[in-house]
């Protein structure tokens, strides 16, 4: 087996995956994508594709990549919900919890066994939203003071629409915090319990295992946290030139998995070189 100081894609068993930036842009499938996908499910290789959206269950997600061009089973979705679902699970069985999200993560917290309540509650859950509602975050911050401890799926800032940037969960988080002078434990990237989550669902041990994503400051730290091979592409946030500024690098770049897919199907050298990261 190789070392991960010699790990190549080619010796890769599992692979994780950022979705927005990697997979999809703008909600079209990024060129190279659904072939990527493609060859994963003809050869047998376990595979997950994360989001640190919590808004939709899989199923629902599985519905709009579809619309996107990417045919992706539902047990092949991993979100921050789900996740934030599994750790409550394994802190507090059968445990109670007012959440203020949408049905990604209702839906995930009544699978879990929670009980979604206002009256005291053990957990307020923060998660993404469309209609973030002052009357909810007031509830949430009394809750909080009151006792409840203070869980955030993830720490995005903001999130993208068509009329441009809407305040996300790390931003409500952070109004919180100010009421309450409680940090939230966030669930989601760049938490490594993201990816360790995801590497036990599919039953994969990181020193076999790759995540692709397109941010340094999230996916990559992470994934390089969590064990595991690390792959960017330049078809999202970070780019060429941004990598010089982190003291860290990937172990792979590519301008977009198209590249890694010819990578895997005809293996040749490492994808990433001192130019790639902006040296």
């Known amino acids: ?3 991960k100081l010699d790990r190549t894609p080619a010796d890769i068993e599992c692979w994780l995956t950022d979705m927005d930036g990697v997979l999809v842009h703008e909600n079209q499938a990024v060129p190279g994508a659904a072939e990527l996908i493609s060859h994963w499910v003809s050869t047998g290789k376990r595979f997950l594709v994360l989001t640190n959206n919590s808004i939709y269950t899989p199923r629902d997600l599985c519905a709009r990549l579809r619309a996107s061009g990417l045919d992706i089973p539902e047990e092949n979705l991993w979100t ?5 679902a599994e750790f409550l699970k394994r802190q507090q069985p059968g445990g109670r919890a007012f959440v203020i999200g949408e049905a990604g993560l209702t839906t995930a917290l009544h699978k879990a066994g929670f009980i979604l309540t206002d009256q005291d509650p053990d957990y307020v859950v923060l ?16 809750l909080i003071t009151s006792g ?11 999130g993208p629409s068509t009329e441009g940037l809407v305040p996300a ?4 988080a952070a109004l919180i915090t100010q009421a309450t002078n409680r940090q939230p434990y966030v669930v989601g990237k760049p938490n490594p319990m993201m990816f360790r989550s995801a590497l036990n669902r599919i039953a994969a041990h990181s020193e076999t295992t790759a995540m692709i994503g397109d941010r ?63 040296e």
């Open 1 to 3: 087996m190789a070392t």
């Open 148 to 158: 409840a401890r203070f869980i955030s799926t993830n720490p995005d800032a903001t």
């Open 216 to 278: 340094m400051d999230t996916d990559i730290i992470a994934g390089m946290e969590a064990g595991l091979h690390t792959v960017l592409v330049y078809t999202g946030i970070t780019q060429p030139s941004d990598v010089a500024r982190f003291p860290f690098r990937p172990d792979e770049a590519y301008p977009s998995v198209a590249e890694l897919l010819a990578e895997l199907t005809e293996p040749t050298t490492s994808g990433f070189t001192t130019e790639d990261s902006g």
């Open 127 to 142: 998660g993404e939203t469309r209609t973030y509602s002052f009357e909810a975050i007031t509830k949430a911050i009394r």
């Open 80 to 84: 921050s919900a789900m996740a934030t």
């Open 169 to 172: 969960t790390g931003a409500v």
